[in-house]
Structures are given as C-alpha cells and as structure tokens.
C-alpha cells in the first residue's frame, strides 16, 4: 500500500529557533493536512492545503505557523520562533476526495 | 466541527473477547471512518462506512452505522492482545470540507 512519508522522524530544537518539518504525501491525493498530537491527549487539527492553498486552518495554526508545497512532491509545515509547548508529534496526512486518509509516521518534534 | 465522540474511554478485556466501542456525531454525513493508534504512532485507517450502509465487515471487524441516531459501532471479535490501541472515529459531513477531527478515542487494552 502506498505511504506517506515524513522527515526527519525526531527534532530536537532550542526554543525560539525555527523548524521545517517534512512530508511527502501519496502522489495522487489532492488534500493535505497537518496534525500534531501532545504527549498523552488527543490528534489535534492544525490545517489542510488543497489546490496549492490552504483551505481550512484550526486556532493553533497562528502566525508562528506556515505550510508550504514547494514543489510537486514535499509538503512542509514551518514553525517559526518555537515554544516549550510546541512540544509534540505532528503528522502530515493526506487523502483523494471523499476516501480515507493515510498518515505518516510522525515527527517527534522536543523543544528545549 | 466534525468531530466524532468516542465511547467509552477505556476499555480492558481478556484476549478472546469481543470488544465494543461507539462513535456519536452531529451533522449528517456522507461516511465515517475509524481509525487506529498504536501508541506515539499515525493512526491507521481500519474502515469507511458511507452513509448509505448499514454494516460493514473488514476480518474481525464488524462497523454498524445508525445515521438516525447519528451513532456508529466498532466491534472486534476475538480480540487478541495485538488489538491494544486506541481507537477513533472521524466523520466527512454532507456538503462541507472534509476536515477529519477527532476525539479522546476509546483506550482498548486487551490482556493475554
């Protein structure tokens, strides 16, 4: 079954430095999404990219956020200025009109 | 908001059981999904029930969908200690953006 792939799958980073982090979704899907998950609670929304824009964004994804699509394969979530509590896994998801998603494995992103 | 209510949050049961867990939601949807998370994972897509359908089998999964009560079912049969995971529900709602949310989940342990 084809996958999506997430780099790198662990970032250690001082706080207020900024972090890309790396996806590459399944070549046919057309919706993309960024989830992120702290230690012990639930899988947040954070956003979802469809058409090279995003089309929904959740309260969490504030200016210290951004998405990009680079190229014709990458998919990026950037974290400008990180804070403790960024602190979590996120993961990059994505999907075919009205069918299932498919998940990364996550990244384990710890803000020191 | 799309987001699927799980229930209940935690579930312990002896390997060979069946284990139950519900989904309740609150707009009218065009399927619903459940998904799976081994711990500090992505989660896994397990099955998609279209609105349309009443049961739908996957191996030892059984998903009953109630679109009149708004409710869906996750049966496992015959658990085996490998099922221990969470366990999620997430909705594609009739005529909106497919933003897939999701709740606490439904802890299931299984012991051997």
């Known amino acids: ?112 | 908001s799309q987001q699927g209510e799980e229930d209940p949050q935690a579930l312990s049961i002896q390997e060979g059981e069946n284990a139950t867990m519900n989904c309740s939601y609150k707009t009218s949807i065009n399927n619903l999904q459940w998904y799976r998370q081994n711990s500090g994972r992505g989660l896994v897509h397990l099955i998609l029930i279209r609105s349309n359908e009443r049961e739908k089998h996957s191996g030892r999964l059984r998903v009953t969908l109630d679109t009149s009560k708004k409710s869906s079912s996750l049966l496992i049969t015959a658990s085996r200690a490998a099922d221990t995971a969470s366990y999620f529900c997430a909705t594609d709602i009739t005529g909106g953006s497919y933003i897939p949310t999701f709740g606490r989940g439904t802890s299931l342990i299984v012991h051997p």
């Open chain 1, 1 to 112: 079954e084809p996958e999506v792939t997430q780099t790198p799958s662990h970032q250690v980073t001082q706080m207020g430095q900024e972090v890309i982090l790396r996806c590459v979704p399944i070549s046919n899907h057309l919706y993309f999404y960024w989830y992120r998950q702290i230690l012990g609670q639930k899988v947040e929304f954070l956003v979802s990219f469809y058409n090279n824009e995003i089309s929904e964004k959740s309260e969490i994804f504030d200016d210290q956020f951004s998405v990009e699509r680079p190229d014709g394969s990458n998919f990026t979530l950037k974290i400008r200025s990180t804070k403790l509590e960024d602190s979590a896994m996120y993961f990059c998801a994505s999907r075919r009109t009205g069918e299932k998603l498919f998940f990364g494995s996550g990244t384990q992103l710890s803000v020191l």
